[in-house]
């Protein structure tokens, strides 16, 4: 099986755990974003997670759950219907125009999209996205995706396979290591599918609360008896804005690194 490209986590959370406000509280979008923010004090040696992985792995792609960009209860607006030969949509879409440009390096802004929710609206020059489907997703979405040249990888047949997706962007597209800024939906799946390999977490001095309200790792509970995944504390930092800055990598998985 061909080795797939490293994951680290970065998640932002209060003392208790949450990394929103309340569930369908979009960061991204005000007011939660501005909430947020004055949630998360300035720190003058605040590290730079991508940057720090650009040097030691070259890291290359942030990931994203679609749950972060359209909040459950929105309805994204309608598609034209697709009624071309389907079966075509259903191959990984990489046009060699976007893929194999050298300059400036690729950055990749990747976001999982099953069902097909996230409405690209906006260009950005400093990445290109990426998309991750399944064999069920709406062919209108596909076909969106190719008018609009972004990219993206077909992979599991009701549901995105987390594991051959993450395989597929380093086989694929030759990433090496993959970022993580998603909600606790998405870092729980990778969690339950033992794709994670490091985890920053960074404490605002800060409670939120509030049953349901999205965890760093939300999803399916262990089963009774299953084990917890076990980490290795690699460092910790406080400040004094009352910030704690944490970094693991999960037990076994730490790699030494040589120039």
Known sequence: MSERPRVVVSAGASADGKVALARDALLMRPPSSELWAALTPKASDAVDVIEVLRAQYGCNAFLEGSGSLVAENETPAALPAYDGDADGLYEHFLPADIVGQESPPHMWFTVVDGRGRVRWTEKHENWDALVLVSRATPTDYLAYLRRERICYLVTGDDHVDLPAAITAMGT?????????????????????????????????????????????????????????????????????????????????RRITLTS
């Open 172 to 252: 694929e597209l030759g990433i090496t290591c993959v970022l993580s800024t998603a909600g606790g939906g998405l870092n729980g799946a990778l969690l339950r599918a033992d794709l994670i390999d490091e985890l920053y977490v960074t404490v605002l001095p800060a409670l939120i609360g509030g049953l349901g309200t999205p965890s760093v790792m939300d999803g399916p509970p262990l089963a009774v008896g299953e084990p917890a995944t076990q980490l290795e504390l690699l460092s910790a930092h406080t400040d004094t804005t009352g910030t704690v800055r944490l970094h693991y990598a999960v037990a076994g």
